[in-house]
C-alpha cells in the first residue's frame, strides 16, 4: 500500500465508532473547485465540520450501487487505513504509520543518501 496525507480536510460524516467520512478541496487548472472523498477507518473521535489532517496508508475500492432510476453506478472510492489522525489545533505526533526497513546487512537504512 502506498503512504498519503490528507491536509485541511473537512469531516463530513461520522461511521459509528469504526472511522469517518472526510473531504479534501482544491482548486483546479480552469478555476473549478475539485474534491476527493476518503474514507478513514479509526477509533479516533472527530465530529461533523471540523478540519483535519491525517497520515495513513491509502487503498482504493470498486463499489457499486443501482440509483432510483435504474441504472448500474460503479466508482471507485478512497480507505485510508493506520491513520494517524490530528484535528486542526492540537500539536503534531510522531507519524507511526512509517515502517523502518533494514537493509541487507541489518543496518538500518541512512535517511539522507550517501552522496
Known amino acids: 500500500m502506498a503512504s498519503i496525507t490528507i491536509e485541511g480536510a473537512t469531516v463530513n460524516r ?3 465508532g469504526k ?3 472526510c473531504v479534501e478541496t482544491y482548486k483546479l487548472r ?6 476527493t472523498k476518503y474514507v478513514v477507518w479509526t477509533d479516533e473521535a472527530v465530529q461533523v465540520g471540523q478540519t483535519v489532517d491525517v497520515r495513513g496508508l491509502v487503498s482504493s ?4 450501487f443501482t440509483n432510483e432510476s435504474g441504472q448500474h453506478i460503479r466508482f471507485s ?5 493506520r491513520p494517524t489522525v ?3 489545533g492540537t500539536p503534531q505526533t510522531p507519524n507511526d504509520n512509517v515502517d523502518q526497513w533494514l537493509t541487507s546487512n541489518g ?8 552522496f
Not at 30 to 35: P, V
Not at 77 to 81: A, K, S, T
Open 14 to 16: 461520522v461511521i459509528n
Open 86 to 88: 490530528r484535528v486542526s
Open 107 to 114: 543496518k538500518d537504512i541512512a535517511k539522507e543518501p550517501p
Open 77 to 81: 472510492r478512497m480507505h485510508v487505513n
Open 19 to 21: 472511522g469517518f467520512e
Open 61 to 64: 475500492r470498486v463499489e457499486e
Open 30 to 35: 480552469n478555476g473549478d473547485q475539485g474534491e
